[in-house]
Nanobody, 119 residues
Framework: QVQLVESGGGLVQPGGSLRLSCAAS????????MGWFRQAPGKEREFVAA????????GYAGSVKGRFTISRDYAKNTVSLQMNSLKPEDTAVYYC????????????WGQGTQVTVSS
């Protein structure tokens, strides 16, 4: 059973930056596809970014491409999401997800961390 714990959320002004981190409990973390999703109030959960087990394949939603960067640290068993040039529409609960094959129906989810972009 993989446990995922997110951290790093908070309140930031438009144009600011935040870095989210997700710590994985499983020692075989390196073999999992990892990613981030978000859910804004009244909206469905949406894909944000994903990174393959090797780190060689990365994907982003069009709305965050060029502003967000996903990365993973195998030594620390973590995956991070660096968010720059934040906009009010980025406000949401951000969830870390993991699966052995694909995030389309991810097997493991974190509890979520709130990101609020507001002046």
């Amino acid at each position: 059973q993989v446990q995922l714990v997110e951290s790093g959320g908070g309140l930031v002004q438009p144009g600011g930056s935040l870095r989210l981190s997700c710590a994985a409990s499983e020692r075989t973390f390196s073999s999992y596809v990892m990613g981030w999703f978000r859910q804004a109030p009244g909206k469905e959960r949406e894909f944000v970014a994903a990174i393959s087990w090797s780190g060689g394949s990365i994907g982003y939603a069009g709305s965050v491409k060029g502003r967000f960067t996903i990365s993973r640290d195998y030594a620390k068993n973590t995956v991070s999401l660096q968010m720059n040039s934040l906009k009010p529409e980025d406000t949401a609960v951000y969830y870390c997800a993991a699966d052995r094959t694909t995030l389309t129906d991810a097997a493991y989810w974190g509890q979520g961390t709130q990101v609020t972009v507001s002046s």
